[in-house]
């Protein structure tokens, strides 16, 4: 498909710079792009690689001047990319209808606009709603619920109940719903406390791959809307995670903490159960988590400490070394003296 620098510009309300009617037939970055293809740039050092490559026009977010391209001024270049890039690499459409491989309970009630793909089982009183799809070997259990638009890529299982809004995605190899891991220790064993809750994903959500996402042990584990979970997260059993968060790779969660909207927890983080996020609370990387954060508070560190005050932590630390040099320098000192005053 090919569009005008105009007609682009006019999608993410740019102002264009040079000629209007350039013809753009593709999306690509400086390093990549060919004759015809739009590319963006961010800072200056970007802007001199997409300057100098084949590409036919920038799309930026700072005052720039091309002399052989035309350019599109935004104030945000990588908000325009991500409107941008459907249009020019739009989703493979997925046939309507049921795969004869498919099994499919007598009361499930599957949307006939809706793509069941092969190896699927449907349980009984499933809902699946209209043009939402699932692209193969997706289980899905008893009395699930999946609203209108959203995708479970391929081996997605959902245990029993698990409810899932509108425009949901949900990537290869995720489990939601499984047992919540709870015990208690009864006449020298550890007996099994059964998990009756379910799992509630609002709308707008995306879940990365390879995840597990534990049914609630009483109530139910809550995903809020428009929030993005990257791949390998472990959340447990009565987790509620607030609307619009940002939960990075290989986070995991113990049970019953609760996230506000807007949090941010960043890769390999644990966090410990019962805990309270507030609103816009940040945690850094490999960080261990063990108590409250407030509204906006940011944490990093084993355990967690504010991070100005780990930051802190973290530079005495790398100064140990020397200080420990300066500590053997002056206990030799101190000897030398006593050993002249002996």
Known sequence: MTFTVAQIAEKVRGEVVGNGETPITGFASAENARPGDLTFADKEEYFLAADASPAAAILVSVPFVS???????????????????????????????IDPTARIAASAQVDPTAHIGPGCVIGARVKIGARSVLLGGNHVGRDCVIGDDSVLHPNVVLY??????????????????????????????????????????????????NCAIDRGALGSTV????????????????????????????????????????CVIASQSGIAGHLKLGHQATVGAKSGVMRDIPDKGTVLGIPAAPDKQAKRQFIAIQQLPDLI??????EKQLADLAARAD
């Open 67 to 97: 002399a052989t391209k035309a350019v599109i001024r935004v104030p945000n270049a990588r908000v325009a990319v991500a409107r941008l890039l459907p249009l020019f690499f739009p989703p493979d459409e997925t046939p309507q209808g």
């Open 160 to 209: 029993a109940r698990t409810q899932i809004g509108h425009r949901v995605a949900v990537h290869a190899g995720t489990v939601i719903g499984s047992d919540g891991y709870g015990y208690v220790f009864d006449e020298g064993k550890h007996r099994k406390v059964l998990q009756v809750g379910n799992v509630a994903i609002h709308d707008d959500v995306e879940i990365g791959a």
């Open 223 to 262: 995903i809020g809307q428009g929030s993005k979970i990257d791949n390998l997260v472990h959340i447990a059993h009565n987790v509620v995670i607030g609307g619009h968060c940002l939960v990075m790779g290989q986070v995991g969660f113990a049970g019953s903490t609760k996230l506000g909207d807007y």
């Open 325 to 330: 040099r300066r500590m053997r320098e002056l």
